[in-house]
Structure formats: C-alpha cells, structure tokens
C-alpha cells in the first residue's frame, strides 16, 4: 500500500453519511453514461468498483444486470448494501480484488481510479477479473480542476491557504487529461477511447458548503478543517464570491462540472 493509499483509507473512514447527502449527488450524474459505456444490460455480469453509496450499483440492477460490488470503506459498503440490496456487496482494497479471473462482462467505476496511488497496479487486477473481450468503463475528473470541484480549492487560494505538506496529492493530477488518461488505459486494455463530460450540478451554496468542505469530504476539507476560525470564515466569503456568478433559482447556484470517461475491452 502507498502512502498515497493509506492517506486515502483515513480521509474516507466515517465518511459515507456525508458523502452521499453531498458529493454522491453530483458523481451520479456521470453513472448513466458510464452504464452505457460499461455495456450494462439484462444478464450482464457487472462489477461495480469503489462503489461507494451503491449508486452505480442500484443503476445496474435497473438494468437487470447481476451486480457485484465493492469499496475499501466499510460503512461505504454497508450504505451500499442497503442502496443495492439485491447486490454483492464486499469490502475490498485496490489492487486486491475477492473475485476469480474472469469473473465479469463489465466492471465499471465512477470517480475511482483518482483515489487509488498507483493506478496501472489497479487497472491490471480489474482486466484479470474481466472475461475476455469484457468492458471497461471509468470516470475521472478533468485536471486541473474546474467548476464545482474547484470552488473550495479556489476560495482557499484566494485567502492563501497553504498546501499542507503531509497531504498527499492524486496521481491524476497526472493522468486527468484525455490524453493522459487514454494512454495510461491503454497500457493494459485495447480499443480505449476517452470522452468529456460535462454538465450543471445545481445545489443550495449552504448545503454544499456544510456537506462538502466543513464535513471533511476530500483533501480539500482535510486542510481547511486545519485552519482557525477566522481563516475558516474568510474561505468561506471567498467562496460565496466565487458562486455569485452561477446564481439560478430560488437562492441555488448552477456550476458546470467537468470530468472524463474512458472505456475499453480486454
């Protein structure tokens, strides 16, 4: 495990309540067009990696699919388990997998790869679990970061918050460009092809605000909950300037998300 992975099992303990009332609600709008790239359909074997909530898992069982399952966390995994019930759902940690080789038509993860350190290891355990001439369908990010994932990164670096330096950073700061990304799927699949998706996430500033940064929900929660109050305060006028722009209906704000979807076969 890298320090990168042992990082990531901390800052994600505890944190399925919070997730799935926040972030999980814009990570699902990616999980249709993954489905679809995935080749989820009636029948299908359909392994749903880093599951989180269980929303890619629930999609797939809409589908009539036969649902596997899995994420490090296990509150993630019971959140899931009752989201899918109908799902195998496991507690499991990239790049060990508790599946037989070819287990699988399709394996499919939503806003994963981006939280394993060393992504090739990982994406070499998923083609061994693939049937031959299985798919494979992920999303990432777009880096560097933009729209709403940028908001409260931004917001701190207009108070001058520093980058903590026991805080590890995503190798897909690397990897979250198309190119990037295409090449490092194609290292170990065929006929990889990388899209960009982008869409409007509406949401209440308050209710992002206290279920994202001030719930520690990703790296950057981690590194304002550091800071005093007074520094907390000022991030967050920052932020509530950064929104003034993406004003829509109803006190709500309309922010463009922007990420990637890469699928191949093995």
């Given at each position: 495990?890298?320090?990168?992975?042992?990082?990531?099992?901390?800052?994600?303990?505890?944190?399925?309540?919070?997730?799935?009332?926040?972030?999980?609600?814009?990570?699902?709008?990616?999980?249709?067009?993954?489905?679809?790239?995935a080749?989820?359909?009636?029948?299908?074997?359909?392994?749903?990696?880093?599951?989180?909530?269980?929303?890619?898992?629930?999609?797939?069982?809409?589908?009539?699919?036969?649902?596997?399952?899995?994420?490090?966390?296990?509150?993630?995994?019971?959140?899931?388990?009752?989201?899918?019930?109908?799902?195998?759902?496991?507690?499991?940690?990239?790049?060990?997998?508790?599946?037989?080789?070819?287990?699988?038509?399709?394996?499919?993860?939503?806003?994963?790869?981006?939280?394993?350190?060393?992504?090739?290891?990982?994406?070499?355990?998923?083609?061994?679990?693939?049937?031959?001439?299985?798919?494979?369908?992920?999303?990432?990010?777009?880096?560097?970061?933009?729209?709403?994932?940028?908001?409260?990164?931004?917001?701190?670096?207009?108070?001058?918050?520093?980058?903590?330096?026991?805080?590890?950073?995503?190798?897909?700061?690397?990897?979250g460009?198309?190119?990037?990304?295409?090449?490092?799927?194609?290292?170990?699949?065929?006929?990889?092809?990388?899209?960009?998706?982008?869409?409007?996430?509406?949401?209440?500033?308050?209710?992002?605000?206290?279920?994202?940064?001030?719930?520690?929900?990703?790296?950057?929660?981690?590194?304002?909950?550091?800071?005093?109050?007074?520094?907390?305060?000022?991030?967050?006028?920052?932020?509530?300037?950064?929104?003034?722009?993406?004003?829509?209906?109803?006190?709500?704000?309309?922010?463009p998300?922007?990420?990637?979807?890469?699928?191949?076969?093995?």
């Amino acid at each position: 495990m890298t320090e990168f992975d042992a990082y990531e099992r901390e800052l994600w303990a505890g944190r399925a309540d919070a997730y799935e009332q926040g972030f999980a609600r814009l990570t699902a709008h990616a999980v249709e067009p993954l489905l679809d790239a995935a080749g989820v359909r009636a029948g299908r074997r359909v392994l749903d990696l880093g599951t989180g909530p269980g929303i890619v898992a629930a999609g797939a069982l809409r589908r009539g699919a036969v649902v596997a399952a899995v994420d490090a966390d296990p509150q993630m995994a019971r959140t899931a388990a009752r989201n899918a019930p109908e799902a195998d759902v496991r507690v499991a940690v990239l790049p060990a997998l508790p599946h037989e080789d070819a287990a699988f038509d399709a394996v499919a993860g939503n806003f994963v790869i981006n939280h394993v350190g060393e992504p090739e290891t990982a994406l070499r355990e998923l083609r061994r679990v693939l049937r031959q001439d299985g798919r494979l369908a992920l999303t990432c990010w777009r880096m560097p970061g933009s729209g709403v994932l940028a908001l409260v990164r931004d917001a701190m670096d207009q108070v001058g918050v520093p980058w903590p330096d026991d805080v590890p950073l995503s190798p897909f700061l690397e990897y979250g460009r198309p190119d990037a990304f295409g090449d490092l799927v194609g290292r170990v699949f065929r006929d990889v092809a990388v899209e960009e998706l982008t869409w409007d996430f509406e949401f209440k500033p308050e209710e992002w605000w206290r279920t994202g940064a001030m719930a520690r929900v990703g790296s950057n929660g981690v590194v304002l909950a550091r800071q005093d109050a007074a520094t907390i305060a000022r991030v967050k006028e920052a932020y509530d300037g950064i929104l003034k722009p993406y004003a829509a209906r109803s006190g709500r704000v309309r922010v463009p998300a922007h990420a990637l979807l890469a699928h191949a076969t093995r």
